[in-house]
């Protein structure tokens, strides 16, 4: 079943084309990478899924709903949830106040009831503690629930941003660069964790860099160059794909 | 620790309720400017500290529920308690109508904004375009009606009247941080980018933490003229928008205490040390630097946390 569907969608910026009539295809419960020499599109696509970017031209249409026009805050409540290629963390927050951000739409108590600590308030409290547990327990951050993000290392940041875009429950998950400037052994748990959140029946849409994560981890590939899609495919097929090697490598190596 | 602070709250209570029998009228009146001064603050912060909107004329809003309580009170004999509601309803609308066109722009331009209006304001009340406002001179002398044969008039009601209003706003500020309203407008005001991204609606929670600032500060501006019985231009011009706006930075933005000490020291220290007024600006002006300097986050930084410990502790 397609989940999300990118029809001709192009975004200019003055001068700059920096995508270029794009069409593409996620489906249900898949993971997906997109890939691509530095500059070549990668997210201001993902900007324009998550609404930061208003596309020039072209439809996406989400579960059915186009969401071309709509606010970041009204497609992150239809189920887009994202992270941001550098670490977006209330850093005096600890990580269970930063992970709880991602639930705070779903909390359900109103200002009287926060006034005056009633039933309800502690009621939804309690629930909202639990499923900030939850997401903590999905990317083994529990332990550090409590300390403040700052005081915290730059893979364990990471994660706490991954737990706060899938403790919603969100429908597609879109990450920019998760693995970026964690070290071997965290890009392999990086991996399994991803995995995990796969089988919470979440359709991924990954941007790395790390060859070997996107082969272990993607069904399809896509790449982008100066704004266009060049080609997509299986991992294997993308990797043995010269316009793909030329793009990265140059010419001579194609 | 939870002991000493149940101690320290009970022993506040009981001094504040104990002092306007022991003091004297012009400590009396200095401690409720306090009062008053604090509460506005408090205001300001909402808008300020809390949702990092950086709106620089909040004395208009002081001056309109002070005008319109005794302009209803003055001209059209209104009942005190329909006017002192009047008074915050009016200051909500007219922050609405204000923030509504402009809740897109950002720090210094909505500064510059505030600014203007503040001066708009004044130039409206001193031209007195409708014969309301007393002009210049402003309205003085205003007879304010007992309410149920009470005399609300007098220093130690004012008192109380005040002290009420700021114990409520503190409870209210207090608990900001544990409902979705506060939490949201934190997320917004560290880095709306990744608050929008998790579905957090920023012109709604703008909106709202805006008006509300000004809606606290039209009902403080009614409990001023009830003190003051008189209102009169000078006391809602930038010179007092921008001292509160300096009382939050000091005090600290989106901490209570922090904003309760800025007031004191920004209003209640240049009253105990009126003798020496020609070295006052002097005094501050350097105090504000050294402070900005060793404590750059003000006074008493805000600290923040919104799970209570209860929940903290269940596994």
Known sequence: MTKLLIQNLSKQFAALVALDNISLELETNKIYGLIGPNGSGKTTLFNCISGVYKPSS??????????????????????????????????????????????????????????FNLKGYR?????????????????????HLR????????????????????????????LDEPAAGMNESEKIELTHIIKQIQLQNITILIIEHDMHMISTLCDTVFVLN?????????PTEILNNKQVISAYMGDEHA | MQVNKSIFIISL?????????????????????FLIYSALSLSQDLILGKAGIYAMGHAMFFGIGAYTFAILINTYNVN?????????????????????????LRGDYFLVVSLGLNIIFINI????????????NGIFAINFPSVGGLDLTGAKAIYFIALIFLSVMILLFYRLNYSKFGRAIYYLNHDHIAAKSVGIKPSLNKLLSFSLGTMLAGFTGAIYTLQYGAVSPEAFGIEQSILLFAVVIVGGQGSLIGVVAGSFVMFVLPEIFRSY???RLLVFGAAMVILMVIRPNGLFPSKFGFFQKRHLQQK
């Open chain 2, 125 to 136: 009340i001193n031209n007195d375009p409708f014969g309301l406002t007393g002009g210049p």
């Open chain 1, 58 to 115: 072209g439809n996406i249409t989400f579960a059915h709903h186009s969401i071309i026009n709509m606010a970041p805050e009204k497609i992150a409540q239809l189920g887009i949830r994202r992270t941001f290629q550098t670490i977006r963390l209330s850093s005096e927050l600890t990580v269970a106040e930063n992970i709880y951000a991602g639930y705070h739409h779903y909390s359900k108590h109103n200002f009287i009831q926060a006034l």
């Open chain 1, 123 to 143: 009621q939804d409290e309690i629930h909202c503690w639990r499923e900030v547990h939850r997401a903590a327990k999905l990317l083994d951050i529990e332990p």
């Open chain 2, 277 to 279: 007024a020609e070295y």
């Open chain 1, 226 to 234: 100066h704004g266009k899609l060049i080609a997509s495919g299986s």
């Open chain 2, 80 to 104: 005190l308690f329909i006017a002192f509601m009047a008074s915050g309803i009016i200051s909500y609308c007219i922050g609405l109508i204000i923030i509504y066109p402009i809740k897109h």
């Open chain 2, 13 to 33: 209570i009981i001094c504040s309720i104990g002092f306007p029998f022991l003091a004297n009228n012009i400590w009396l009146s200095i401690i409720t400017t």
């Open chain 1, 147 to 174: 300390l403040k993000v700052k005081t915290l290392a730059y893979g364990i940041q990471r994660k706490v941003e991954i737990a706060r875009a899938i403790i919603s429950q969100p429908q597609l998950l879109v």
